[in-house]
C-alpha cells in the first residue's frame, strides 16, 4: 500500500492542471471542488500510505521509492524519488488533511471573486509544491519543492495585485526567501562537492565520516534556508507582510504547512544535525538561541498591533521560534509534534479570524470588534479553542507540545539550558497575554463596530470649530455693519437738522412769494429731520441687536474651544467622546452602524469545528506521562536515529509543567484585567515601538532603499559587466575565429587537392623522421 | 640490370602517381582531372601487384579488385556530375566552379 505515496502528489498535480486548462469553463463552485476532491484524495492516499507504512516492522519503515533518474552524470546521479519514512508520511498526513480543510474553507471564502479558478488552481499547485518538498529523498528534489511553494506563496500573497500593497508584500516574501535559498543552493553544493552524494539517506549516514567543518557547513547554510522560510530573524520580515494575502492563504501557507518547512529541512537532516552537537555544539546551540529569540521578538511585538491578522502573524513567527529551538536543543519529536499541533490550532485561529473578518465587512481592526461571541457563536466557541489551545491551557494541544520543547531546553543541560527554557517561558506569558488580548477586543465586551474612530471624531470636533468660528466671524461682521448703518444715521440727522435750520433762516429773510416756497422747505426739512430720526433709533436697535449676537457666538466659540480642549482620549473601552462634535461625525460612521455581522457559511465553520476537535484532543498524540503514551516518538523513532534523550526526573517535569501553566495563567489574568476589567491602560503595554515592530522593518527598508541600493547596482554591474563579459568573450572569439578560419575554403577543387598533397607528403616526412629517429 | 624485383614496380607506381598527382594541380579540364585521378588509382593497383606478386601475397590482388569497384563508382559519379554542369554551363572548367566558397 506504500505505493499510494505516488498519488499524494499526483493528485494535486491534476487537480492544477485540470484548473489550468478548463479553470474558466468549470465556473464557480465546480473548480472550487474539484481542487478540494484532489487535495482530498490526496489525503486518503497519504492515510493509505500510512498504514502500509504501519504494517513494516520498526527499521524497515524507511522506503525509497523511485520514479525515473533525473540526473543521472557520470557517478553522481539524482533521481526523482520519494523518501517515505514516518517522518515524511506524517508530514504528508497533516499537510493534506489540513489542506482538505482549508480548500474547502476558501469555497466559502472566495466566493465572489473574479479570479476564483485560479486561486484553487495556485493553492493546488503549492500544495502539490509541498508535497514534493516533503517527500524528495535528497537536497534537490527538496529544492524544486522550496522553489514551488515559494513562487506560489508569492502569487497568492499578491492575489489581489491590483493594490499596490499586496503586489509588493508578495515581492518582499520572494525576495527576503531568496536570501534563505542561497543558503540551501550552497549547501547543496557543498554536500556535492564534498560528500558527492545529497540524497538524505547518504548524509545522514555518513555525517560521522565528514569533517566538522563540512558539517557544521552545511548545517549552518540549511539554517540559512530554514531562516527564510521559517520566518526566523533575522529574515522574519516577509511574514507579518504576506498577511496582504486572501485569509485562508495566510491559514495553509503562512502559518500550518510552508513557513513549517524550514523546520521539517532541519529534522529530515538530523544525523548532521547531531554530528554537530557532538563536535561543534556551538553551532546547533545557535540555532536554539535564534529560535528562542525570534520567539521573544516576534512575541513582544505581537502584544501591540491591532490588526486581528498581524497579531496572528507574529504569533506564528513566535511559534515558529519554539520549533526551531527545539531543533536546536535536539528534541525533534517535539519540533515535529508542535509543528503538528500548531498547524491543528493556527490553521483554526487564521481561518476563524477570516470568518470574524468576512462578517465584519472585511474590517481587520481590533479595536473596532467586541462582543462578537454573540453574534457569531460557532467562529467565537473554535476561535476560543485555539486561543486557549495556543496560550498553553491544559489539556489543549498547544500545552503538551509547548511543554514538551520546553522541557527539552531545560534539559539541554546546563545554565544555556536553563536561560534558554527561561526566555521560552516568558515568552509563553506574552502568548498567553496577546492571545487573550486578541480574544477578549475580537470577541467579548461592548460592540464596538459602529464607534467612531479617533480619527474621525476629531474630524468632527474641528468640523464644529470651524463651524462656531464661521458663526462668531460672520456676526461680528453683521454687528460692525450695522454699527456703520447706525453711524452713518446719526450722521444724515444732524445734516437734516443743519438743513433745517438754514430752511428757517432762509425764510426769516425772504418775503412775499417766496414767503410761500420758503414755508414748503420748512415743512420738507422738517419731514426729513423726523425721519432722519427715526431711522436713527432703528438702526441703534439693530446695531445693538447685532452685537448682542457677536457676542453670544464669540461666548459660543469660546465654549466650544474650551469643550474640545477639556476633551479626553477614550477611556478603556469607552468611546471617543464626539459630545456636541456629533453631529458633525463623517457619515461613514452612521454607514457602519447598518452593518449587522453575521456567522459564515458551514463550509466555513465546518473545518473550523474538525480544526478545534483536533486542537482539543491532538495532545494524545504524544502525552508525557508513561512511555506507552508516546506515540509520536514511537512512530518517528525509524527516521530520527539521534533523538534527544530526556534525563529529568519526573518530579522535575511536574514543577516545569505547572511553572507553564502558571505563566500561562498570568498572561490570561493580566490581559483580563486590562481588556475585559479595564482595569490597566492598555498604552502600558501597547508602546509604540513595539507597535513598529522595534523599527527593524523601517531600518531594513531604509537601507536597502539607500545605502542598500548602491551596493546592488554594483553587484549587477559586476554581473552584467565581468560575468556576462566572460560569457559574451567566449562567444565572440568563436564568431571571430570563424570569420578568420572560413577563408580557407575556397571552392578551387585543386586548392584542396594542393592541400591533400602537401599533408601527405608532410605525413610521410613525419614517419620518415619517427623511423629514422 | 639485374634480376627482375618488385622494385621495378614499385618505382614505376610511383612515376605514374606523381604524373597523376601533378596532372590533377595543373589541368582544369574535369575530365582530364578524372583521367588524372584514374592514373593515381592505377599506380596504386600496379603497386599493390607488384608487391602481391614479390611477397607472394594474394592480399595485395584482393585489394586490387576493391580499388577497381570504387574507381568505377567514382567515375560514374563524377561523370554525371560533369554531365550535370555541362547542362547548366557553357564549358566546365574546375576554377570557375567555386560556388561553395565559404
Given at each position: 500500500?506504500?505505493?499510494?505515496?505516488?498519488?499524494?502528489?499526483?493528485?494535486?498535480?491534476?487537480?492544477?492542471?485540470?484548473?489550468?486548462?478548463?479553470?474558466?469553463?468549470?465556473?464557480?463552485s465546480?473548480?472550487g471542488w474539484?481542487?478540494t476532491?484532489?487535495?482530498?484524495?490526496?489525503?486518503?492516499?497519504?492515510?493509505?500510505?500510512?498504514?502500509?507504512?504501519?504494517?513494516?516492522?520498526?527499521?524497515?519503515?524507511?522506503?525509497?521509492?523511485?520514479?525515473?533518474?533525473?540526473?543521472?552524470?557520470?557517478?553522481?546521479?539524482?533521481?526523482?524519488?520519494?523518501?517515505?519514512?514516518?517522518?515524511?508520511?506524517?508530514?504528508?498526513?497533516?499537510?493534506?488533511?489540513?489542506?482538505?480543510l482549508?480548500h474547502l474553507y476558501s469555497i466559502g471564502y472566495?466566493h465572489?471573486?473574479?479570479?476564483?479558478?485560479?486561486?484553487?488552481?495556485?493553492?493546488?499547485?503549492?500544495?502539490?509544491?509541498?508535497?514534493?518538498?516533503?517527500?524528495?529523498?535528497?537536497?534537490?528534489?527538496?529544492?524544486?519543492?522550496?522553489?514551488?511553494?515559494?513562487?506560489?506563496?508569492?502569487?497568492?500573497?499578491?492575489?489581489?495585485?491590483?493594490?499596490?500593497?499586496?503586489?509588493?508584500?508578495?515581492?518582499?516574501?520572494?525576495?527576503?526567501?531568496?536570501?534563505?535559498?542561497?543558503?540551501?543552493?550552497?549547501?547543496?553544493?557543498?554536500?556535492?562537492?564534498?560528500?558527492?552524494?545529497?540524497?538524505?539517506?547518504?548524509?545522514?549516514?555518513?555525517?560521522?565520516?565528514?569533517?566538522?567543518?563540512?558539517?557544521?557547513?552545511?548545517?549552518?547554510?540549511?539554517?540559512?534556508?530554514?531562516?527564510?522560510?521559517?520566518?526566523?530573524?533575522?529574515?522574519?520580515?516577509?511574514?507579518?507582510?504576506?498577511?496582504?494575502?486572501?485569509?485562508?492563504?495566510?491559514?495553509?501557507?503562512?502559518?500550518?504547512?510552508?513557513?513549517?518547512?524550514?523546520?521539517?529541512?532541519?529534522?529530515?537532516?538530523?544525523?548532521?544535525?547531531?554530528?554537530?552537537?557532538?563536535?561543534?555544539?556551538?553551532?546547533?546551540?545557535?540555532?536554539?538561541?535564534?529560535?528562542?529569540?525570534?520567539?521573544?521578538?516576534?512575541?513582544?511585538?505581537?502584544?501591540?498591533?491591532?490588526?486581528?491578522?498581524?497579531?496572528?502573524?507574529?504569533?506564528?513567527?513566535?511559534?515558529?521560534?519554539?520549533?526551531?529551538?527545539?531543533?536546536?536543543?535536539?528534541?525533534?519529536?517535539?519540533?515535529?509534534?508542535?509543528?503538528?499541533?500548531?498547524?491543528?490550532?493556527?490553521?483554526?485561529?487564521?481561518?476563524?479570524?477570516?470568518?470574524?473578518?468576512?462578517?465584519?465587512?472585511?474590517?481587520?481592526?481590533?479595536?473596532?470588534?467586541?462582543?462578537?461571541?454573540?453574534?457569531?457563536?460557532?467562529?467565537?466557541?473554535?476561535?476560543?479553542?485555539?486561543?486557549?489551545?495556543?496560550?498553553?491551557?491544559?489539556?489543549?494541544?498547544?500545552?503538551?507540545?509547548?511543554?514538551?520543547?520546553?522541557?527539552?531546553?531545560?534539559?539541554?543541560?546546563?545554565?544555556?539550558?536553563?536561560?534558554?527554557?527561561?526566555?521560552?517561558?516568558?515568552?509563553?506569558?506574552?502568548?498567553?497575554?496577546?492571545?487573550?488580548?486578541?480574544?477578549?477586543?475580537?470577541?467579548?465586551?461592548?460592540?464596538?463596530?459602529?464607534?467612531?474612530?479617533?480619527?474621525?471624531?476629531?474630524?468632527?470636533?474641528?468640523?464644529?470649530?470651524?463651524?462656531?468660528?464661521?458663526?462668531?466671524?460672520?456676526?461680528?461682521?453683521?454687528?460692525?455693519?450695522?454699527?456703520?448703518?447706525?453711524?452713518?444715521?446719526?450722521?444724515?440727522?444732524?445734516?437734516?437738522?443743519?438743513?433745517?435750520?438754514?430752511?428757517?433762516?432762509?425764510?426769516?429773510?425772504?418775503?412775499?412769494?417766496?414767503?410761500?416756497?420758503?414755508?414748503?422747505?420748512?415743512?420738507?426739512?422738517?419731514?426729513?429731520?423726523?425721519?432722519?430720526?427715526?431711522?436713527?433709533?432703528?438702526?441703534?436697535?439693530?446695531?445693538?441687536?447685532?452685537?448682542?449676537?457677536?457676542?453670544?457666538?464669540?461666548?459660543?466659540?469660546?465654549?466650544?474651544?474650551?469643550?474640545?480642549?477639556?476633551?479626553?482620549?477614550?477611556?478603556?473601552?469607552?468611546?471617543?467622546?464626539?459630545?456636541?462634535?456629533?453631529?458633525?461625525?463623517?457619515?461613514?460612521?452612521?454607514?457602519?452602524?447598518?452593518?449587522?455581522?453575521?456567522?459564515s457559511p458551514w463550509h466555513m465553520t465546518a473545518p473550523?469545528?474538525?480544526?478545534?476537535?483536533?486542537?482539543?484532543?491532538?495532545?494524545?498524540?504524544?502525552?508525557?506521562?508513561?512511555?506507552?503514551?508516546?506515540?509520536?516518538?514511537?512512530?518517528?523513532?525509524?527516521?530520527?536515529?539521534?533523538?534527544?534523550?530526556?534525563?529529568?526526573?519526573?518530579?522535575?517535569?511536574?514543577?516545569?509543567?505547572?511553572?507553564?501553566?502558571?505563566?500561562?495563567?498570568?498572561?490570561?489574568?493580566?490581559?483580563?484585567?486590562?481588556?475585559?476589567?479595564?482595569?490597566?491602560?492598555?498604552?502600558?503595554?501597547?508602546?509604540?515601538?513595539?507597535?513598529?515592530?522595534?523599527?527593524?522593518?523601517?531600518?531594513?527598508?531604509?537601507?536597502?532603499?539607500?545605502?542598500?541600493?548602491?551596493?546592488?547596482?554594483?553587484?549587477?554591474?559586476?554581473?552584467?559587466?565581468?560575468?556576462?563579459?566572460?560569457?559574451?568573450?567566449?562567444?565572440?572569439?568563436?564568431?571571430?575565429?570563424?570569420?578568420?578560419?572560413?577563408?580557407?575554403?575556397?571552392?578551387?577543387?585543386?586548392?584542396?587537392?594542393?592541400?591533400?598533397?602537401?599533408?601527405?607528403?608532410?605525413?610521410?616526412?613525419?614517419?620518415?623522421?619517427?623511423?629514422?629517429? | 640490370?639485374?634480376?627482375?624485383?618488385?622494385?621495378?614496380?614499385?618505382?614505376?607506381?610511383?612515376?605514374?602517381?606523381?604524373?597523376?598527382?601533378?596532372?590533377?594541380?595543373?589541368?582544369?579540364?574535369?575530365?582530364?582531372?578524372?583521367?588524372?585521378?584514374?592514373?593515381?588509382?592505377?599506380?596504386?593497383?600496379?603497386?599493390?601487384?607488384?608487391?602481391?606478386?614479390?611477397?607472394?601475397?594474394?592480399?595485395?590482388?584482393?585489394?586490387?579488385?576493391?580499388?577497381?569497384?570504387?574507381?568505377?563508382?567514382?567515375?560514374?559519379?563524377?561523370?554525371?556530375?560533369?554531365?550535370?554542369?555541362?547542362?547548366?554551363?557553357?564549358?566546365?572548367?574546375?576554377?570557375?566552379?567555386?560556388?561553395?566558397?565559404?
Amino acid at each position: 500500500m506504500i505505493d499510494f505515496v505516488y498519488l499524494v502528489p499526483l493528485l494535486p498535480l491534476l487537480g492544477f492542471t485540470t484548473l489550468v486548462l478548463f479553470g474558466h469553463r468549470l465556473g464557480e463552485s465546480a473548480a472550487g471542488w474539484l481542487a478540494t476532491a484532489a487535495i482530498g484524495g490526496s489525503f486518503l492516499s497519504a492515510v493509505l500510505t500510512f498504514f502500509g507504512l504501519r504494517s513494516l516492522e520498526g527499521e524497515e519503515r524507511v522506503v525509497t521509492k523511485t520514479l525515473f533518474e533525473w540526473v543521472p552524470v557520470g557517478d553522481f546521479s539524482v533521481d526523482v524519488a520519494f523518501l517515505v519514512d514516518p517522518l515524511s508520511v506524517a508530514m504528508i498526513l497533516f499537510v493534506t488533511g489540513i489542506g482538505t480543510l482549508i480548500h474547502l474553507y476558501s469555497i466559502g471564502y472566495m466566493h465572489g471573486d473574479e479570479n476564483y479558478s485560479k486561486f484553487f488552481l495556485y493553492l493546488n499547485l503549492f500544495t502539490f509544491s509541498m508535497l514534493m518538498l516533503v517527500l524528495g529523498n535528497n537536497l534537490l528534489l527538496t529544492f524544486l519543492g522550496w522553489e514551488g511553494v515559494g513562487a506560489c506563496s508569492y502569487f497568492l500573497i499578491s492575489f489581489w495585485f491590483t493594490d499596490e500593497a499586496n503586489a509588493s508584500a508578495g515581492k518582499k516574501a520572494f525576495v527576503t526567501n531568496r536570501v534563505g535559498d542561497w543558503g540551501f543552493m550552497v549547501a547543496t553544493f557543498l554536500a556535492f562537492a564534498t560528500v558527492g552524494s545529497i540524497d538524505y539517506l547518504t548524509l545522514n549516514g555518513t555525517a560521522s565520516q565528514m569533517s566538522t567543518p563540512v558539517v557544521t557547513g552545511i548545517v549552518l547554510l540549511l539554517f540559512v534556508g530554514a531562516m527564510g522560510k521559517s520566518a526566523q530573524f533575522p529574515l522574519y520580515l516577509w511574514l507579518p507582510d504576506a498577511m496582504a494575502g486572501p485569509t485562508p492563504v495566510s491559514a495553509l501557507i503562512h502559518a500550518a504547512t510552508m513557513v513549517t518547512s524550514g523546520v521539517y529541512l532541519l529534522t529530515r537532516v538530523n544525523g548532521l544535525l547531531y554530528e554537530v552537537t557532538e563536535r561543534a555544539g556551538w553551532a546547533t546551540n545557535l540555532i536554539a538561541w535564534v529560535g528562542v529569540g525570534t520567539a521573544l521578538f516576534a512575541a513582544t511585538i505581537a502584544v501591540a498591533q491591532n490588526d486581528i491578522k498581524k497579531v496572528l502573524a507574529y504569533s506564528t513567527v513566535s511559534q515558529l521560534g519554539y520549533m526551531i529551538l527545539a531543533v536546536g536543543v535536539g528534541a525533534y519529536v517535539a519540533a515535529i509534534f508542535h509543528m503538528v499541533m500548531h498547524a491543528f490550532f493556527k490553521a483554526l485561529l487564521f481561518l476563524g479570524s477570516g470568518s470574524v473578518i468576512h462578517g465584519m465587512d472585511n474590517d481587520q481592526d481590533m479595536r473596532r470588534y467586541g462582543g462578537l461571541q454573540k453574534l457569531m457563536p460557532i467562529t467565537a466557541g473554535t476561535f476560543i479553542i485555539g486561543w486557549l489551545a495556543i496560550a498553553g491551557v491544559p489539556p489543549f494541544a498547544g500545552f503538551w507540545s509547548k511543554d514538551e520543547i520546553l522541557l527539552g531546553a531545560w534539559d539541554s543541560g546546563g545554565l544555556n539550558g536553563k536561560a534558554l527554557w527561561l526566555v521560552g517561558l516568558i515568552t509563553a506569558l506574552l502568548t498567553a497575554f496577546y492571545m487573550s488580548r486578541q480574544v477578549f477586543m475580537t470577541f467579548f465586551g461592548r460592540y464596538r463596530y459602529n464607534d467612531p474612530d479617533a480619527s474621525e471624531v476629531d474630524e468632527a470636533w474641528s468640523a464644529y470649530l470651524a463651524d462656531a468660528e464661521a458663526t462668531s466671524v460672520s456676526a461680528s461682521a453683521a454687528a460692525a455693519e450695522t454699527a456703520q448703518a447706525h453711524t452713518d444715521a446719526i450722521a444724515a440727522h444732524a445734516e437734516a437738522s443743519e438743513a433745517f435750520s438754514t430752511a428757517k433762516i432762509d425764510a426769516a429773510t425772504v418775503s412775499g412769494d417766496d414767503e410761500e416756497s420758503a414755508k414748503k422747505a420748512i415743512e420738507a426739512a422738517d419731514r426729513a429731520l423726523t425721519s432722519s430720526a427715526e431711522a436713527e433709533v432703528e438702526t441703534k436697535e439693530s446695531s445693538e441687536a447685532a452685537s448682542a449676537a457677536a457676542t453670544t457666538a464669540s461666548v459660543a466659540l469660546g465654549d466650544a474651544q474650551a469643550a474640545e480642549s477639556a476633551r479626553s482620549g477614550p477611556a478603556l473601552g469607552e468611546p471617543d467622546d464626539a459630545g456636541e462634535a456629533a453631529s458633525f461625525l463623517p457619515e461613514a460612521v452612521a454607514a457602519r452602524a447598518e452593518h449587522h455581522p453575521h456567522e459564515s457559511p458551514w463550509h466555513m465553520t465546518a473545518p473550523l469545528v474538525v480544526l478545534a476537535g483536533l486542537s482539543i484532543v491532538g495532545g494524545i498524540l504524544n502525552l508525557p506521562f508513561t512511555k506507552g503514551l508516546h506515540f509520536l516518538e514511537q512512530w518517528l523513532e525509524p527516521a530520527l536515529a539521534h533523538e534527544h534523550v530526556v534525563n529529568a526526573s519526573a518530579a522535575t517535569k511536574w514543577i516545569l509543567a505547572f511553572v507553564a501553566i502558571a505563566a500561562g495563567a498570568v498572561g490570561i489574568l493580566v490581559a483580563a484585567q486590562t481588556y475585559l476589567q479595564h482595569r490597566r491602560d492598555p498604552a502600558l503595554v501597547e508602546r509604540p515601538i513595539l507597535a513598529d515592530a522595534w523599527g527593524y522593518d523601517r531600518v531594513v527598508s531604509a537601507f536597502m532603499g539607500g545605502p542598500g541600493t548602491k551596493l546592488f547596482d554594483a553587484i549587477a554591474w559586476f554581473d552584467a559587466t565581468i560575468i556576462d563579459g566572460m560569457v559574451n568573450g567566449v562567444a565572440t572569439t568563436v564568431r571571430d575565429g570563424g570569420s578568420v578560419v572560413r577563408r580557407l575554403q575556397s571552392g578551387f577543387v585543386r586548392s584542396y587537392a594542393l592541400g591533400i598533397s602537401l599533408g601527405s607528403v608532410a605525413l610521410l616526412v613525419w614517419f620518415f623522421v619517427r623511423t629514422a629517429a | 640490370m639485374g634480376e627482375l624485383t618488385h622494385n621495378y614496380y614499385l618505382v614505376l607506381g610511383a612515376v605514374v602517381f606523381s604524373i597523376g598527382a601533378v596532372g590533377l594541380l595543373v589541368r582544369r579540364n574535369p575530365l582530364v582531372m578524372f583521367m588524372c585521378v584514374e592514373l593515381m588509382l592505377n599506380a596504386v593497383n600496379l603497386t599493390f601487384v607488384g608487391l602481391a606478386w614479390g611477397l607472394n601475397d594474394i592480399g595485395g590482388q584482393v585489394a586490387v579488385f576493391f580499388v577497381m569497384v570504387v574507381a568505377a563508382a567514382e567515375v560514374v559519379v563524377g561523370l554525371a556530375i560533369v554531365v550535370a554542369i555541362m547542362r547548366r554551363r557553357d564549358g566546365a572548367t574546375s576554377d570557375d566552379l567555386s560556388a561553395l566558397r565559404g
